[in-house]
């Protein structure tokens, strides 16, 4: 059995009321059976179920009103581009940006993050200079910088993890040099749960004018999210981890930084006047917006904030620290269950392995008990290479979970437990 590890944890407001099963009915994939046993689906860092006001949002555009945006003088096209508009607002709300203009739709997180290493940091970076990362982040928050030193000569420096996975303290002190130029920082990790402290990160790095962006793909469905009381320059998401629809996600950028920099791609949509001797490019957010976009997964994201606004995400937030605490203890009882990620500051997470069973296999068993769980790196590899594991089972919550998922993941487990050993 795990050591206990300590839960120092800010004192949050506990919601007694707050109706997990009732919510749950909301979506309609969660609602099957799995090898004959209803459905745990405890995947929802990989992607979280969609409540039928995001599926009908879909369908809707598609049905009434599907046509191009930004293009159109025709009734249609006026529609799409009212609700388009509409959801870049809604997503400026939830995490409360200045203006729409600092809201741009991309593909996903990995997308969000390609865009400011190939905008910013391409036209600005040069030999030597470096970028700050840490070993928690989602391959997605390493490879483009790696890209991006290939192409410019630039540094990666990486911010060490301790036992628990938390940042190395002292990292800002350490790692800070006069060549810094970026950090690329996730503000909850994937693989381990950890909620970084990324105020502190921030407010170092601003002293030493380094712009930040943080990977929020794993905090927007869990915490509420303030771009500007964070203070990050960039802040990078994806709408099918947050209730929403595949293929939609949002880049924040403060505009000062967005205004100085360079379209990424071209096409459509992103110029204002195209001549074969020089071309104007359009205002933001659409500079950085080429080609015809996710129109219905836009749509989707921003029916996905609307319902996320209607449940709370201060009672998500609440609700979702005791489920993990109670999931935490319910795990731990199980004989040789170790856990990889044990932070003071979690959420969403449960990272673990159990000794003389491959990973692989404890998915399998608990997959034929109806659990939904993910197996292998998590995209996470020098994660898994710090912990000296080669991949561990994660069990990632949303708020339609209970307890008594979690009771039946513990189970499943254990029968794994007997199977093997
Ligand atoms: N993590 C997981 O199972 P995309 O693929 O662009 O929607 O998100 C990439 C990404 C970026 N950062 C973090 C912290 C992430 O967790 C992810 C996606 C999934 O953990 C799929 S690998």
């Keep these: 059995m795990n050591a206990r590890y300590d839960r120092l944890r800010k004192p949050i407001a506990v919601t007694a009321d707050f109706d997990a099963p009732r919510w749950r009915r909301d979506f309609p994939a969660l609602r099957q059976r799995v090898h004959g046993k209803p459905l745990v689906y405890l995947d929802n860092a990989a992607t979280s179920q969609k409540p039928r006001i995001v599926i009908d949002a879909v369908s809707e555009y598609y049905q009434k009103f599907n046509s191009n945006v930004h293009r159109g003088v025709h009734h249609l096209s006026e529609l799409a581009t009212e609700a388009f508009e509409g959801a870049r607002e809604k997503v400026r709300h939830f995490i409360h940006a200045a203006s729409v203009r600092e809201i741009i739709f991309v593909r996903g997180a990995t997308e969000a993050i390609n865009l400011v290493a190939q905008s910013y940091g391409r036209s600005r970076f040069k030999a030597g200079d470096e970028i700050i990362l840490s070993e928690m982040e ?51 990790s994937n693989a381990l749960g950890t909620v970084n402290p990324v105020k502190d990160m921030i407010a170092c790095a601003h002293e030493h004018h380094v712009p930040v962006l943080l990977d ?26 947050m209730f929403g629809p595949t293929g939609i996600g949002v880049l924040y950028g403060r505009e000062a930084l967005l205004q100085n920099m360079p379209p990424w791609q071209g096409g459509g949509d992103m110029i204002r006047v195209v001549r074969f001797d020089q071309t104007l490019y359009n205002d933001l957010p659409y500079r950085f917006e080429a080609g015809t976009p996710d129109i219905a997964g836009a749509i989707g994201l921003g029916a996905a904030v609307d319902y996320l606004e209607h449940v709370g995400m201060p009672a998500i937030e609440a609700y979702e620290r005791q489920l993990l605490d109670y999931g935490t203890e319910q795990l731990q009882r199980v004989k040789d269950l170790k856990l990889v990620g044990t932070a003071r500051e979690k959420v969403g997470v449960l990272s673990f392995s159990v000794d003389g069973i491959h990973p692989h296999d404890l998915g399998t068993i608990v997959d034929r008990e ?24 994660r069990a990632s919550l949303a708020f339609y979970n209970t307890r008594e998922d979690l009771d039946t993941l513990a189970r499943a487990v254990e029968k794994a437990h007997q199977v093997f050993l």
């Design 138 to 188: 989602h391959h997605s928050n390493i490879v483009p910088w790696q890209l991006l030193c290939e192409q410019t000569g630039a540094v990666l420096r990486v911010i060490p993890i301790t036992d628990a996975g938390e940042l190395e303290p002292g990292a800002c002190e350490k790692l800070f040099t006069s060549r810094t130029r970026f950090l690329a920082l996730a503000h909850v």
């Design 216 to 241: 929020g793909a794993q905090a927007v469905p869990h915490l509420p999210v303030d771009v500007r009381e964070l203070g990050c320059d960039f802040y990078a998401f994806s709408g099918h981890k």
């Design 370 to 393: 109806g659990v939904a769980i993910r197996t292998g790196h998590h995209c996470a590899m020098p994660v898994m290479e710090r912990f000296h594991v080669p991949a561990t089972a």
